[in-house]
Structures are given as structure tokens and as C-alpha cells.
């Protein structure tokens, strides 16, 4: 009789998992069940942004496999079945069918926690009204849709991270008032050191956004259980539509109610091959905790890329197979219309709560040699170790083509390079794509120099 | 009294080496005489297929630094006067300035060569006719410039490699019908595997670019010493204007006839401190061979990125520092319209020649999300150590955003990483800017399970 694989949650890392299990063992050998409580599978909540903002027009092009196609290649996908318990001595989770309220217990030999994350949403009053909401999935932003279709006019987003950057850009492109609330004194704040962050809050405000930085939300204001103000400190912003955009928490109930180990960052805890504590549990993607490369800690870290690694190598691990997750630099990378944000490694301020003794260099550069068409001012700061001169981090604010190049620094970081070495290599050059020296080039010279 | 160094060229690395000399030495301890043969200095020589295209307007925009301007920083340029001969012994340097025809002799206490390269151009007859030119100076471009003015329509070029495709671009948005020439049975054939030129052949042919591959250029048909045809061995090509585009070789005539040691691949010998077998002459830029970071072997690439960084590493030890060039990767970078094409390290045909037992590995992937406005196709081959799983080369084909990602495998080689250890990284994604497993990931699991 076939063994038994039991994945909870259908989104990246759940998936993904599934996906590389059923790779590798056959249905003979493993009956993989998934249990999802939504009725989608694998959506793409990065495209909800876009998708608000019309740049994307069918939600479905979001689904990169819906549950069909994933029953096609021998995975039996359960929808609307949300599992309620876990029970780890006598391996079964316990469930409900949300159609029917049906309750269901499934034994397992294997089980993957791929439960994800939440948005933050803080107690403030009102934060259950009717047009306050999160972008988090694809029914949220139908249900911007309609606000929209019904006659919403003015948004607020509170909080300027990457979803509030983000989903600001799109209610703007859709015609609407914008107003931006962030309690700190800069845009992405908790991704930037300050001095990076100046030019975003311009170009917010250049594109017509009213951002109301260093003010905090106290609630909300509403009239028959919907939203018609966002209350500050500083007075009411009028509001027909409120998006929070405040981070997110990893979804660890079941795995605590479970006396599943949570580690010191808040996320599952789990060893390199995506192991928990208790045997025969595995855990991937949002929920769980990485480990961060520079500076060895525990770190959640939200994004689609290491939740599908992670539930790779635990697909790999869970069939026999030999994977390991390399651990995460926090890379990340958006953009505010023609400005584009990225960032690896550690910031200056990080790094100084590390314990690290790190100097940082800003160095302004161009995206392309500086006579040719379209080339565009970009900042490029590298955080670098003081004594050693190691890379430790680097953050990128600029025109178009210079975000990406986060990606070279990136690999430097992955190894450990000194910013002296990073001066030295061999990168493309052509006018179209770059200045004689390139722009993470010329900072890396720059930093060197400095040290 | 100041000890002089004397610069023989006035370009990348001659003036780099120059101003880095003069940031590290002040004019009481070291005179810096340059001689430039020309009457300009620090031109970009890769800007100008673009100024002849148009999309560059300003010719004076690919100066980098004027003569003045290096004047004002304290060196003693001194144009159109041309090096003759060097004396080694003596320590002197004879030359001639070119307006006057007087003969000047200048000793030397350190001596740099940075004499560049010079477009190959075979022996065929007719090559010396009017209307046939390379494009290597701004002054060339001012010729095409003329014989557009004076009705030109038809242009040959010949050779499609970087140089063939970029001008090719640039005369077909001048309006011109476009033929190009080439030996070899692929575009790019001397930079990519004949597997991945097909894309670049197509879009060529789609841009209205009438391409002849397999086709040996023969002569020139000639009217009053001006160009009318290019022969070749499947007949004759009319012709107003013909650009030869067929690669350069250095300029090693000066530092043969003073008997400075010259290497096997044809560059004037150096070590990584940029000394040339001789005490007291250093050389730098297109005309001299460095080391290949993954074979060890010696190489001639021309390019400016090089020039650069190996003259300010000589301007460095001129002056008492400590410096190293660290090898090339051949790293390259071009475009042909919307169709971006890059390399670095060694294709699976130079793996081979190398003795290498590797295998070549291509990824069909997408520069964005694919649901999001913009994304193109793009392909990247890798070229990977059988075994060891070490990466040792890779190619880019593909639309906007798809090239300067070779600089992240370029990283990559810089550190011998492995196609395994490449798939594990920290790549950032959003949907503008890459779908969730970015192509270089994408790709590098891909060879890695290959193997």
C-alpha cells in the first residue's frame, strides 16, 4: 500500500513540494493529498498589485497551475478543505469542508505545513469595516474591483513598503486620489537606510501621491459598517477604500497548537533540509524561518522564490531524495512607477544590530553610458565590513535597468567576495547597457577605496 | 627633479593609467607626458556605431575627457604626435608630430604602452578604395557621416559579429538597404554556439538586413578608386559604402621592434601587474594578452572595461602601489534592436578546445513574469563541467532585460561556483522585473539536473 503525503496549504511552497514529490516517487509508492481552503491553487499574490492596477488584465493569468492541472499530473488536490488540527503522535490532520462543514481526519506518513503568512492588521477600530482591506489574494483584489466599480474614489494605503509602494502605483493608474500613511519618517523604511530612501518619497509625490510620512494610524472612521476615514494623529483622511499594507506574520497555529517547534524569528523552525522538530513534519515556505547567510540568524523572510526552493528540497528530502535550502541575503527588488528599489544582504542599520563594524558608500552612477538614449541616474550604497572590507549588503534606487543589477551583488554576497574583488571582475559593457564602468563596478571601487 | 613617465596613446588605458599615475603622484615627484597620435583623447570607440546610427547625436558626447580637461588634472598631452620607435636601453622614446613632421626624442624614467589595436583588414584588392572604411575613430564616423551626405544608399558590411550587427542597426535606421557578409554559417559565430545565433540570424533578416552567411568576401568592384560592389564567391554586391567589421589585432609593432616580449596569443606580454618583460615598460588596453581566468590561458580581447582597469592598475605600480589586473572572463554584451545577446566565460566549442569535458545546456525562460506587460522570451545555454558541476560558461539571447543578467553567471564564474550552487541563490524577483525562479536559476537547475 502506497505511503501517504499530507500537504497543507496549495499555494508556492505547498505545491511546489507536492509538485517534486510526485517527481520523484511514483503513486504507487506515495498518494500525495492536498488540502487547500481556498479553491485556487498556486496564484502569484506579487501580480495583485498589477492586477489592481489594470498593467494585468485576467486574474487567471495569475494561476500559474490550477487544481486540475495539478490533479493531471497525479496529485489529489482537495479545495475548500481547511485542516483545523494536527495531531503529531498519531500522525492525522484533522479537517473541515468549508462547503459542506463536513469534518474529515486524514492519517499521514509525511506532512507539509505550507501555511504561509498573514497581513499584519493592528486593533485598530474600524479595521473591519467594509472597504478596508488587504491585497493578499485574488479575491481581494475582486473586491477592489467593485469598490472601484461602485464608486470609490478616494484610497488610502497605509504603510510604504513594498505592497504599499506597489499597490498605491496601481489605485493612481486607475484614476484614483492616493494618499500614503507610514508611521516611520521614509518610504520602505524597514528596506532602505533613510539615506536611500529621499528619491522614492519624491517620486511618490511628483506622481501626484499625498504621502503623509511620520503618522500613525489610531483607526477608522465609518458610517453603517463602511469605511469613510482613516484616523491619525495628525486628523481624518476621507476614505472610500483602504488598502493595508503593513507586512506580514507566518501562519504558525496549527503548528504551535501542535507543540510543533517555532523558532526565535516567529517562523517554524526548521533545519536545512526543511525538517521540524517532530518526526515526519515538514515545513516550507512563509511559515517557517530561514536562515539568513551573513549573519547566521533566524530570519523570516515572505517571498515566492524561497517558498518555491524550500518546498522543492522538501519534495526532494520527503521521497528520499538528498536537497538542501541555502539560506536567504534578503533580496528583494520593486518599483514606483519608473523608479526601481532593490536590496540585498544587510543595511547599514542592519548591520550596526548585528554587531557588525560596517561602513556604508553611496555612489551615483548611470544605468547606461551616460551619452546614449535613455540612460538614467541611479544610486547604488554597498555596506561593507570595516578591517575585512567584505560586501555585507547593498541597496539600489534608480532609473530603468539599474534594479536588477542587485542580482551581481547578490552573487557576490553569496560569496563572500571583499568589495576590492568585486571591483575587479569582468562584467558586460556595451553603451546600451552600461557605462565603461558598471555602475555596482564603480561602487565597488568606490567603497574600496574608502576603507 | 621629477622623474617622468611617458604614455604612449591617449585612450582608455594610456589616459587611465595617466590620471591614476597623477592621483598618486604629485607633479614635483613625476612629470606625465602622453603622446596621442590623434588629436583627441578618451573617445568611446564603442559609441560609434550608435553616432553613425543617429541614436547618439553629438560626436563630442563620446569624448570622456578632453585633452583640456586631462590638461587641467596635470598631465602634458601632447596630441597628433605619433611614437616611432622605442629605445629600450637608452630609455628614450623618438617620434614625430604629424603636423609639423619634426622629430622629438624623449627619455623616459617609466615608460607605459597603451598603442590599442587596429581593425583586421584582409589583402583584399580594392580595400584601400574610397567608400571602404572601418569604424574605429570618430573620424571614420564623420566619413560614413560624408558619404551619406553625398547619396550613398547601399551599404555592405562585412563580418557579423559585434561590430557587423551594431553598424548593420545603425545604417538600416539611417534609411540604407543593409547587406551583411559573413564566412561563417551564423551570425556572432566567433562569440556564441551556432545553437543559439539562430534567433539573432532571423531578427536580422525580419529588420530587412539582407544576410549572406557562408559567403567569402573576394575584393572590391572599384570606379575611379570609389567602391562599387563587394565581390564574393557567389557574385557581386552593390555598394556605396562598405564598413569592414572583422575584429581587431593589437598594436604590438612599436614593442616588437624594441624587442619587448610579445605572447603567444599576439599581445604584448604582461604579467598581472601589467609589466612588460622590459624593467621600466608597463602596457595596458587592446594591445596587450591577458590571462583567462578559467583555462589560465593568455587571451587578446579588446575592449574598454579592460583598458580601463588595467591602466589604472598600471598607474597604480608606476607609482610605488600595489595593484593586480585579475583576468577576463570574456565577458561581452550586445544588441541587435530588440534582441539582446551576452556571453561570458567559454562556449561549449571553446570548453572543447580547451580540453574540458563539458556539456552545453539551454533554457527557455522569460525576462518577466509572464503575465506581465513586456515579458520576452530569452535563452540561456549554459556550458557546465561534467563531474565537477562547475560552471564554465554562458550565452544570452533574448529580448529587453535579457542580457546584462550574464553579468550575475559572470559573477557566478568569477567564483567557480557550481550550476548547483548558482540554482540555490538569492535572486530578487517581482513580476517586472523576473518570473519567480529568475532565468539564471532557471537555468542552473536545469544544467544541474542535466548533468
Same mark, same amino acid.
Given at each position: 500500500m502506497a505511503r501517504r503525503l499530507v500537504v497543507i496549504g496549495g499555494d508556492a511552497a505547498g505545491m511546489s513540494a507536492a509538485a517534486q514529490a510526485r517527481r520523484t516517487s511514483s503513486p504507487d509508492e506515495l498518494e500525495i493529498v492536498v488540502l487547500e481552503r481556498t479553491s485556487r491553487t498556486s496564484w502569484a499574490a506579487c501580480g495583485l498589485p498589477y492586477l489592481v492596477g489594470g498593467l494585468v488584465t485576467n486574474p487567471d493569468s495569475l494561476i500559474a497551475r490550477t487544481p486540475d492541472q495539478h490533479r493531471a499530473n497525479g496529485l489529489d488536490v482537495r479545495l475548500r478543505h481547511e485542516a483545523t488540527f494536527i495531531d503529531v503522535e498519531a500522525c492525522t490532520v484533522t479537517g473541515r469542508r468549508l462547503d459542506s462543514g463536513h469534518v474529515f481526519t486524514l492519517p499521514y506518513d509525511e506532512l507539509l505545513i505550507g501555511t504561509g503568512a498573514s497581513g499584519l492588521t493592528p486593533p485598530w477600530p474600524g479595521i473591519d469595516a467594509e472597504g478596508v482591506l488587504q491585497l493578499r489574494t485574488i479575491d481581494d483584489a475582486v473586491q477592489v474591483e467593485q469598490l472601484l466599480a461602485a464608486g470609490a474614489r478616494r484610497a488610502v494605503v497605509v =504603510? !510604504?513598503?513594498?505592497? /504599499?509602494?506597489?499597490?498605491?502605483? =496601481?489605485l493612481l493608474a486607475r484614476g484614483l486620489a492616493v494618499t500614503v500613511i507610514e508611521r516611520a519618517d521614509a518610504p520602505m523604511g524597514a528596506v532602505l537606510d533613510a539615506d536611500m530612501a529621499g528619491g522614492i518619497a519624491d517620486a511618490?509625490?511628483?506622481?501626484?501621491?499625498?504621502?503623509?510620512?511620520? +503618522?500613525?494610524? &489610531?483607526?477608522? /472612521?465609518? +458610517?453603517?459598517?463602511?469605511?469613510?476615514?482613516?484616523?491619525?494623529?495628525?486628523?481624518a483622511v476621507p476614505a472610500d477604500l483602504v488598502v493595508i499594507g503593513l507586512g506580514v506574520r507566518p501562519n504558525t497555529d496549527l503548528a504551535r497548537a501542535a507543540a510543533i517547534g517555532i523558532g526565535p524569528s516567529g517562523g517554524i523552525a526548521v533545519n536545512d533540509r526543511m525538517q521540524t522538530d517532530t518526526p515526519h513534519v515538514w515545513a516550507a515556505g512563509d511559515c517557517v524561518e530561514s536562515q539568513h547567510r551573513l549573519t547566521g540568524q533566524p530570519v523570516v523572510i515572505a517571498l515566492g522564490t524561497h517558498a518555491n526552493k524550500q518546498g522543492r528540497v522538501a519534495g526532494t528530502n520527503i521521497t528520499g =531524495? !538528498?536537497?538542501?535550502? =541555502?539560506?536567504?541575503?534578503? &533580496? #528583494?527588488?520593486?518599483?514606483?512607477?519608473?523608479?526601481?528599489? !532593490?536590496? &540585498?544582504?544587510?543595511?547599514? *542599520?542592519e548591520a550596526a544590530a548585528a554587531g557588525l563594524d560596517a561602513i556604508g558608500v553611496s555612489t551615483e552612477a548611470s544605468t547606461r553610458a551616460q551619452y546614449f538614449p535613455g540612460a538614467q541616474p541611479m544610486t547604488v550604497k554597498l555596506v561593507v565590513e570595516r /578591517?575585512? /572590507? *567584505?560586501?555585507?549588503g547593498a541597496q539600489i534606487v534608480g532609473g530603468e535597468g539599474a534594479g536588477k543589477r542587485i542580482d551581481v551583488l547578490a552573487t557576490a554576497l553569496w560569496n563572500r567576495m571583499t568589495v576590492a574583488e568585486v #571591483? #575587479?571582475?569582468?562584467? !558586460?559593457? #556595451? @553603451? @546600451?547597457?552600461? @557605462?565603461?564602468?558598471?555602475?555596482?563596478?564603480l561602487a565597488a571601487g568606490k567603497a574600496a577605496n574608502a576603507l
Open positions: =504603510g !510604504a513598503g513594498y505592497i /504599499g509602494l506597489e499597490v498605491a502605483e =496601481g511618490m509625490r511628483a506622481a501626484g501621491i499625498d504621502l503623509r510620512l511620520g +503618522t500613525a494610524v &489610531t483607526g477608522f /472612521g465609518t +458610517t453603517d459598517r463602511r469605511v469613510n476615514s482613516v484616523d491619525t494623529a495628525a486628523g =531524495g !538528498a536537497a538542501t535550502f =541555502g539560506g536567504v541575503l534578503g &533580496t #528583494a527588488i520593486t518599483r514606483f512607477q519608473g523608479v526601481e528599489i !532593490a536590496r &540585498t544582504g544587510l543595511t547599514e *542599520r /578591517g575585512s /572590507g *567584505r560586501l555585507l #571591483a #575587479a571582475m569582468d562584467l !558586460a559593457y #556595451a @553603451p @546600451p547597457f552600461s @557605462p565603461v564602468w558598471d555602475p555596482v563596478l
